[in-house]
């Protein structure tokens, strides 16, 4: 990672996604991170591209997250709310510190771009309580 936010105008190429960390969803999936920094206040962007039923497991972000729909179907969820659909170009804020999780449907695959800021060291905070049951 790197120390901060590029500070000139940067264009990044595709082709730089990796498979996600194990322990933060019911199973891998590709991570293309497209702002990376460890300075408090800026933000980290990335893409995801998830499997049908791939899910990330509960989690916060210090900063809330936005997620603008790319492709597919996904469904999203905070804790103690029914599950919702969301469709290509739609848009999902989370509160600061919301308890939250998101992935694809079980027969659709699912893109989206991330937003989330960077404070205290972390972006976000995984908990783990198991999957998701939509």
Known sequence: MS??????????????AVRSPEGIANRSFWVEMLLESEID???TAMRATLDPGTVTHWHRHPRGQLLYVLSG?????????????VR???AVWFAA???HWHGASADSPFSYLSIQGFVNGRFV??????????
């Open 97 to 99: 510190d919301e308890l």
């Open 73 to 85: 179907v996904g469904l999203v969820q905070r804790k103690g709310e029914p599950a919702e659909e």
């Open 41 to 43: 206040g800026e933000n």
């Open 88 to 90: 290509t170009g739609d």
């Open 125 to 134: 905070d995984w908990h783990d309580n198991g999957e998701p049951q939509p």
């Open 3 to 16: 120390t901060g936010n590029p500070k000139t105008m940067t264009v990044r190429r595709p082709g730089g």
